[in-house]
C-alpha cells in the first residue's frame, strides 16, 4: 500500500504541529490507517530527531522488529542506521539512530540508566489500548517525570506522544492532564459475522478450538470465494498443531520442520507467532501468487500491531494466550482463556480493511454471552509486580502504593511484590533497594534468575548458570513433531541428551545441549539430528555472551558479593540455582506428589517432560522453574536438591507477617487472604518507610 493513500496521510501537518504544541498527545485511529510506521517519519521530517531519538515502544518484540524493517524499506535505509530496533538482548541501534523502535520493557530499562531520556527527543508509547505491563508502568513514570519536573536536566522538554486503536481514551486523556486528542477515522468495509456454534460455554478447557477452527478454514478454502484467511490462534504449539492438521487434510505433502511455503491444493500455509524468524515474518506481508489463497495462522499479535493486506476472512477461535497470575501458586502461569468481547470485535475488523468480509467466530452466542468479559483486564491486574517494583524502587520511587496508576493494581499485588523481593534481598525492612537489588536489575532477567546468577557469580561458577539462564530466556528449544513416527525418533534423541546429563537434572539437560552444540562443528546440523531448534541455540548463544559482558563488568565493582563454596560442580550449580529459586522448591508428600513450601504448600506432580517423571519414589526433595496448569499442576524443568542446601533460606518465605500490614493493607486485603499469606512483619516496616517517604 502506498503511503500517501494511508488515512493518516492527511493529517500529518496536523499531527506535527500538535506535537510541538504539547506536552502530551493522544492519537487514536483505527489499525492499520498508519500511525505505527508513518508518524515517526512525520517528526522525523519535521527535525523532531535533530535533538535526540525519536523512541517508539511496542509491547511485542516480533511487532517492534517487524515494524522497524518496514519503516527502514520506506526510508531506504539499512536497519540499524537511521531506522533502528532494541529488544531483550538484541539491540540493532546505532549513534546514527534517529527513529527507534523498542520494546516497551526496553525503554524501562533506558529509564533506569537515565532518567531525563536525554537521547530522545520523543517518546511515542504505541499499542495504548493493550495495556502491557510495563507500558503501564510508563505512563506513570512519564507523567511523574514531569510533574517533578524531574526533565530539569534536558535542554527542552520530552514530547510524548500515546498511540492507541481503541477510541475509548477519555481516561488516558485525564490522566494526562487533559491533553490533546487527535482522531484519525479509518475507512473500513462491512463484516458479517457468524457464529458457528463448534465450540460452547463447556469447551473452557483442552484444545479441542484447534481442530474446530481448521475445520472451518477448510470449509471457507473449498466453498467460498477467493480472498486471504486469517486465523487468530493462541500460540505456537497451537498453530504448528493447526498447520499439521491442515497439511493432512491436503493429503499432499511430507511432514517438514520447516513449515513455511507449503501449498496444500492452492492454499499457502502460513504461520506467524513470536519466536519466528524475521525474515519469515515478512512473508506475510507478501501477495499469495495467483490461483493460491493465503492463510495466515497467528497469535493475537495480527489483531492490531501488525496489518495484513487482501484478508477477507477472519477465522477466531475465541481464545487467546494470557499470563495470569495464579495465586496458588504465586507465580504467573501462561493461560489459554476466552477473549473479551472488545478484543473479538477487533479480530473482526481484521476482515474488512480492503473489501467487505466475514468473521466466523467458532464458537456459540452462548459462548460469547457467558464466558467473554466486555473487556480485558490490564496485565497489572493480573500478573506478578515483582520486577516493575524493583525497577520503580531503584529509580527511589519508594511510596509504590501511590505511584500514579492509571488503573491501580490491588494493594495485596503490591504488598506480595514487595515480599518476594524482600526475600531475595532486593530491599531491606525500609523498603529500600539494596546493592542486590542494584545488582540484580542490571540483568535484563527475572528476578529469581538474575539473584541466581550474581550467586553463581560470586562463588565462580557463572559457566555453568549462564548457559541455563540462557537456555531459560530464549523459545522453547526442543522440536516435538507432529508425525507420530518421528516424534518417537526425536523423543529418543532428547532422552539421550538427558541421560548424558545424568539423567535427572533437566537444568543439566539444557547446559548438555548448549555446550555440545556450541562444541560441534556443524551446530546446525546437530539441532537437526537432534531435534532441537537452531535457531533458539543461536539466540541462546547470544543470550549467553552477553549476561558474560554484564557479569564480567559487575565483578569489577568492589561491593559484588564473593564467597567460597566447594563441592562438585553439578551441586555447585543446584545451590546457586536454589539462591534464587527457593521459593520454588517442593517435598514429596506421598506417591508423586510434591508439596510446595511456598504459602500453605500445593500439591503438585513432575510433569512427563521431565526427566525426573518415573523416579518421583527416589526423591525426597526439587527445586523446579516453570509450572504448567492442567487439571493437575505440573512442575516442569526440574532437579533435586537436598534439604540443607534450602534450610536457612526456606524460613524467608514465611519471615513476613501480613496480618501486621493493616495500616495500609487493610481495605485491601480480607481476614481469609491474609490467613493465605504467611508474611510477618518486614512488609509493615517496608510500607512505613513507604510512606514515609511519601
Ligand atoms: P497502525 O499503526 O495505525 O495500525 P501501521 O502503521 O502499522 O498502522 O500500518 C500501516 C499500513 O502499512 C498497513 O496498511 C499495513 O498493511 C502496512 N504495512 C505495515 N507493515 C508492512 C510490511 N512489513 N509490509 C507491507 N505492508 C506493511
Ligand atoms: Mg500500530
Known sequence: MERDVLPIYEYRKELVQAVKDSNFLIVTGETGSGKTTQLPQYLHKAGFAKHGMIGVTQPR????????????EELNCSLGTTVGYQVRFDDCSSKDTAIKYMTDGCLLRHILADSNLCQYSTIILDEAHERSLSTDILFGLLKKLFQQKMCSGRKRPLKIVVMSATLDIQKLSEFFENCP??????????????????????????????????????DIHLNKMAGDILVFLTGQAEIEKACNLLFTKGESIDYQYDLRDQSVEGLLILPLYGSMATDQQKEIFHPPPAGVRKCVLSTNIAATSLTIPGIRYVVDSGFVKQLNHNPRIGMDILEVVPIAKSEAVQRTGRAGRTSAGVCYRIYS???????????????????????????????????????PYLDPPE???????LKQLFQCD??????????????????????????????AASVGCEDLLLPIAAMLSVENV??????????EEAE???????????????????????????MSTSPARWCQQNFVHWRALKSAFSVERQLQEITRRLKQMKDFPREKCEGPRSEMLRRCLCAGYFSNVAKRSAGTTFRTME????????????????????????????????????????????????????????????????????EAVTEKEMAKWNIKEGLKRQNEGALEDA
Request: hydrophobic share 40%; glycine share 4%.
Open 426 to 455: 532486593a530491599i531491606d525492612r525500609r523498603g529500600h533497594v539494596t546493592q542486590m537489588g542494584k545488582f540484580m536489575v542490571e540483568y535484563p532477567l527475572p528476578p529469581n534468575m538474575a539473584c541466581a546468577v550474581i550467586k
Open 365 to 403: 452466542k452462548d459462548f460469547w454471552d457467558q464466558c467473554m468479559p466486555e473487556h480485558m483486564v490490564p496485565e497489572i491486574k493480573r500478573t506478578s509486580l515483582t520486577s516493575v517494583i524493583l525497577t520503580l524502587k531503584c529509580l527511589e520511587i519508594h511510596n509504590v502504593i501511590h505511584f
Open 492 to 518: 529418543r534423541k532428547h532422552q539421550a541428551l538427558s541421560m548424558e546429563a545424568g539423567g535427572s537434572n533437566d537444568f543439566a539437560t539444557l547446559f548438555n545441549i548448549f555446550q555440545q552444540c556450541r
Open 61 to 72: 518484540r516480533v511487532a517492534t522488529i517487524s515494524v522497524a524493517l518496514r519503516v527502514a
Open 181 to 218: 486528542v487527535v482522531k484519525i477515522p479509518g475507512r473500513t468495509f462491512p463484516v458479517k459475522e457468524i457464529f458457528c456454534n463448534l465450540i460452547g460455554p463447556k469447551n473452557l478447557e483442552g484444545s479441542a478450538y484447534v481442530a474446530e477452527t481448521v475445520k472451518v478454514v477448510m
Open 599 to 666: 504459602g500453605c504448600g500445593t500439591m503438585v506432580k513432575i510433569h512427563p517432560s521431565s526427566a525426573l517423571h518415573g523416579q518421583e519414589a527416589e526423591l525426597e526433595w526439587i527445586m523446579f522453574h516453570d509450572v504448567l496448569v492442567t487439571s493437575n499442576i505440573f512442575v516442569k524443568t526440574v532437579c533435586p536438591i537436598r534439604y540443607e542446601w534450602v534450610k536457612d533460606l526456606l524460613p524467608k518465605l514465611h519471615e513476613v507477617d501480613v496480618y501486621e500490614l493493616s495500616s495500609v493493607a487493610r
Open 411 to 417: 494493594e495485596r499485588h503490591i504488598l506480595e511484590a
Open 478 to 487: 526442543f522440536i516435538r513433531p507432529g508425525d507420530s513416527e518421528k516424534r
